[in-house]
């Protein structure tokens, strides 16, 4: 599931550059083949150096009891102490820090920290609890202080976009578990590419707007370009969260270790993150100036 990238190693990239869960042999309906079986010890598995990955059983060896592999309980518990960090650092940030100025730059370093903490993490080898919960809490401070100043010009904005966010990601999960999208390495290798420009497109729009040779935000402006775009970020958002989606279904159906399920928790408060920062600017805009 991981990448020599370290980066991109949350989302299910393999040391060859491919997508993990397509680099093995699927398992097959009625059971595995001889030689296919997926859950084989160096049969495709990614985990086959795992020693709680399933042994080889073709020839009647029994399977070792699984008692430390990722389960989708491990992954929902990972996510909610995550994703409950996130709020209670929001909340908090809310109600102690006002809309001035001075909380403005304690957002932007809380942000910071948060992007730094996310770079380490990244590059570890293993998933660090520490560093995912440091993460989300500096996080939930950002996004407090930046969700209280949307409300004191658009009222009601943040409670929209946390409503929008629980939208999207609940119908792009269920377009995944329908099948009606289906995370190929052609659908990964397509999308990361597509990601990567356009983050590298809106630096650059950042720098122009910086140096004043684009004036209301270039790209990212309150009118009807901007929203196009926080369009195009959610749709990046929601390919972020399939990409997540199939890391987890991958872990589990390979027997990753429990501590993976960090990762995954990891994988999807950014991606959650993400698609609630455009939801929330793609509300202001939709507001106007009400």
Known sequence: MRSSNPVFSRRGFSRDN???????????????????????????????????APADTRYGAPAPARTNAMTMDDVVSRTAMTLGTVTVGAILAWVVLPVSSTSYGLAIGAALV???????????????????????????????VISEMYNSVWSGAPFQAVLGTLAVSGATLFMYKQRWIRVTARYARIG?????????????????????????GGL???????????????LIGCFFLTLDFKQIEDGIAYGAPREESWLA?????????WIYLEMLRLVAIFSGDD
């Open 220 to 234: 990212r402006s309150f009118g009807p370009l901007g929203a196009i775009v926080g369009i195009l970020a959610i």
């Open 114 to 144: 948060a992007f730094v903490l996310a770079i380490i993490q990244s590059f570890k080898r293993t998933p660090s609890p520490a560093l995912i919960i440091g993460y989300a809490a500096f996080e939930g401070i950002f996004l407090g």
């Open 192 to 216: 990361m590419t597509i990601a990567i420009a356009f983050v590298a497109v809106m630096l650059v729009n950042l720098l122009l707007v910086v140096f004043g040779v684009a004036g209301d």
């Open 265 to 273: 928790a990891f994988g999807l408060t950014m991606s959650l993150v």
């Open 18 to 52: 491919g997508y993990a869960g397509f680099n093995a042999q699927q398992p097959q309906a009625g059971g595995p083949a001889v030689g296919t079986n997926p859950y084989v010890q160096g049969a495709g598995n990614p985990y086959a150096t795992n020693p709680y």
